[in-house]
């Protein structure tokens, strides 16, 4: 076999060359992550947009050294990130191989069906926050594998240092602390140096949150920083049904993204008995609980939506037609999330499936559960719940099945290629179509805007209008909500009442393989 980690990074430069993200525009929320970085390079100031949620400043910091080097840009952004997607989907074959007794063939097909998915794939060509906080979880748990091997005081330092960096981007790694107590508490014996080592990732990480929050309050800066008293405001407040709604869903996309590694546990299996499908249809009833609020809503999407990577935020008619195709994919989606769900739940809760060397020296079994539960909790009850937010839930389940295969009884590897190689091919069409979609999207943006059309007269879509924040206000009427002014001119993918065409630009899309059309559109009573 060729070296895994060069075939691993030769994937990436393939995509890279495939999808070509190049472009001088935001995708999702990034057009708010991407102006901090602005406002600190142009301006020389450290501004932070109201519109996010977290904290961000390891990201605008690392963010801006880019911008400072080869000036601010879209593109330069997105590949700071993606250079952060490689790095760590390196990493992660390492923590991978080491986990699955050095097997090098398990390592190089759990980390290409996980870093090629559709979620941490698309996101690696965005300045999203969700890879840099992700990236910054393996590094963490890399180094406290290290320290395992070595017991060297420069490991555990190091993994205290980036998950400080994964707090100062994102509230939920305060939880990160849980999994490094949790080994100390197992592994480390002297009363005196557990407390010590116990102490100091919780003390480094909530007062790095802590300072944060005071610097901004004490310098005036707006934020809208997610909170615990936020949070617990929205647990009263919010219908129970949203809270089973977010967790449901969460619970399809880890099935969804996990499949290829139930095949392999599959594939090892041998246990067919009474008992077993028993147990099987005991999760598969829980199962059913926990995502039944969901099952007719997913996806609830952002990242993907079954065939297309999104959002598309543009403005659309009330009611959107959906081919009677997509029905029956949809529905084919959530059953095959729903059989992966059960399959994973019945995995994670068998102690005597396969034991190998690793296996029985897995000292951070315990805390990744708990780290696994909280986060699912915080997550589920969350106001903002987007499918994206499952990447740390979904790494972490995957580190907790790997010690349960057995590196001498690999099986079908002709089928586990052709999974490969279809997940790989998917996301990267699927990624493709995005970007020419965006491409043209923006390309009729600067054609209105080269006909001296003001961004106040432009309907563009989410990122346009967030970047130009056109309105201060979010509008209650028949425009958009995102900061549109007046709606004169819409940049759409379909028709609306109301509107003449202006012009239209078309591509090519693959999945499904047809052409495509952004339109322009020019109200017909102006506002």
Known sequence: MLNPKSLITFLWIVAFVCINPIGEFPINDDWAYAKNVYNLVENGRFVVDYWPAMNLVSQTIYGSGFAFIFGFSFTILRISILLLAITSSLIFYNIVKKLSDENEWIAFYITVTFCFNIIFCSLSFTFMTDIFFLSFIIFAIDQLLKYRDTKKYPNYLLCILFCAIAVLNRQHGLLLPIIIIGFVYIVEKS??????????????????????????????????????????????????????????????????????????????????????????????????????????????????????????????????????????????????????????????????????????????????????????????????????????????????????????????????????????????LENKDFFNWQKNRWKALTYLQNKGISPHEIDGGFEYNGWHKTNKDYPNDSRSWWWVDKDNYVVTNEKLNNFELDTLFTFKRFLPYKSDTVYVLKRITNR
Not at 215 to 231: F, M, V
Not at 289 to 307: V, Y
Not at 354 to 366: E, G, P, V, Y
């Open 191 to 428: 009363f005196v140096k557990k407390t010590i080592m116990i102490a100091l990732p919780i003390a480094v990480c909530w007062l790095a949150h802590d300072k944060y929050r005071h610097y901004l309050t004490e310098y005036g800066i707006s934020h809208n920083i997610q909170s615990l008293g936020k949070l617990f405001i929205y647990l009263k407040t919010a219908p129970f049904s949203d809270h089973l709604l977010h967790a449901g869903d969460m619970l399809l996309v880890t099935g969804w993204v996990l499949i290829p590694l139930n095949i392999l546990l599959i594939s090892q299996f041998k246990d067919y008995k009474i008992k077993a499908g028993l147990k099987l249809l005991i999760i598969a009833g829980f199962v059913l609980l926990a995502t039944f609020n969901a099952l007719p809503h997913h996806p609830l999407g952002n990242t993907s939506n079954i065939l297309e990577i999104g959002p598309r935020a543009v403005k659309q008619n009330p009611v959107p037609h959906f081919p009677y195709y997509m029905v029956w994919i949809k529905i084919a989606v959530t059953t095959i999330s729903f059989i992966s769900v059960c399959i994973t739940m019945f995995f994670l809760t068998r102690k005597d499936l396969i034991k190998n060397t690793t296996a029985s020296k897995s000292f951070f079994r315990l805390p990744l559960f708990l780290f696994i539960l909280l986060y699912f909790i915080f997550v589920s009850i969350n106001k903002a719940y987007f499918d994206r937010y499952a990447l740390p839930l979904i790494l972490l389940v995957v580190l907790l099945l790997i010690p349960k295969l057995n590196a001498t009884q690999l099986k079908l590897k002709s089928t586990l290629i052709i999974v490969m190689a279809t997940v790989y091919i998917v996301t990267i």
